[in-house]
């Protein structure tokens, strides 16, 4: 099927106007909630709740944060690419006994990437703050030229499903044209569809940070 892309263009023109009548200190993002039907999506099963990374059509602002975790060449290349922190291999120990840190590691970026020779460290002393998370880093090889894992990681999004049939994902920011956001949210509307849940589909919203919910025709 095919989308409306004028009234959700309008929709989302809506939901920046009235997300921006007020002056706030800060730049604000937009977000949609896809809004499933009770009755029709039982989230007992667990193949019924998402859990999924997508990636955007457009960089979301700030772009999403990436820490990486290794050394050597790994963390030379890491941070080449632009990653904002890198954690040594003899770090991990210390940073996973300590809980507050290990918390605070976990809540503080977006996804991590980890040289495949840490991997195993990673899982003993990060995956109980990373795992719930669904943070766990994928593996790279030493030498991996990162820097285009890390620019499509700029544009990814997750997708989580918990108790409820909904879920809330970040697809704009007020610095983005209305027409990015809308691309955005086809994006995650085709991802929906892919996993033929869209029929399913009660309504979609979309909202500034401080804004009031718009419902999004599509």
């Known amino acids: 099927m095919s989308y409306n892309i004028e009234s959700m263009e309008a929709s989302v023109a809506e939901a920046r106007a009235k997300g921006t009548e007020k002056s706030r200190k800060f730049e604000q993002s ?3 909630a896809v809004n499933f039907r009770k009755k029709e999506l ?6 019924n709740r998402l859990n999924q990374e997508l990636i955007l059509p457009n960089v979301l602002y700030p772009p999403a944060t990436v ?5 050597g060449e790994f963390a030379d290349n890491a941070r080449a690419a632009g990653v904002e922190h890198v954690v040594s291999k003899d770090e991990i120990a210390r940073v996973g006994e300590d809980k507050k840190e290990r918390k605070s590691l976990a809540k ?4 991590f990437i ?3 020779d840490v991997m195993p460290l990673v899982g003993r002393y990060l995956g109980q703050a990373l795992g719930p998370r669904g943070k766990m880093p994928r593996p790279f090889p030493p030498q991996a030229d990162l820097t285009a894992v890390v620019s499509q990681y700029q544009r990814t999004v ?3 499903m918990r108790n ?7 697809v704009g920011h007020v610095r ?7 691309d955005n949210i086809v994006a995650v509307l085709d991802f929906v569809k892919s996993k033929e849940l869209f029929e399913r589909v009660g309504n979609v919203m979309v909202k500034t940070t401080m804004g009031p919910v718009v419902e999004v025709s599509i």
């Not at 039982?42 to 193949?47: F, L």
């Not at 820490?67 to 050394?71: K, L, M, S, T, V």
């Not at 983005?176 to 809308?182: R, W």
């Open 67 to 71: 820490c990486a975790i290794g050394d």
């Open 114 to 116: 980890a040289a495949t």
């Open 158 to 160: 997750r997708i989580r």
């Open 42 to 47: 039982d989230i007992t099963k667990p193949e």
């Open 164 to 170: 409820t049939p909904t879920f809330h994902v970040k």
């Open 176 to 182: 983005m044209g209305d027409k990015e956001i809308v």
């Open 30 to 32: 937009f977000d949609i």
């Open 108 to 111: 503080g970026y977006d996804f």
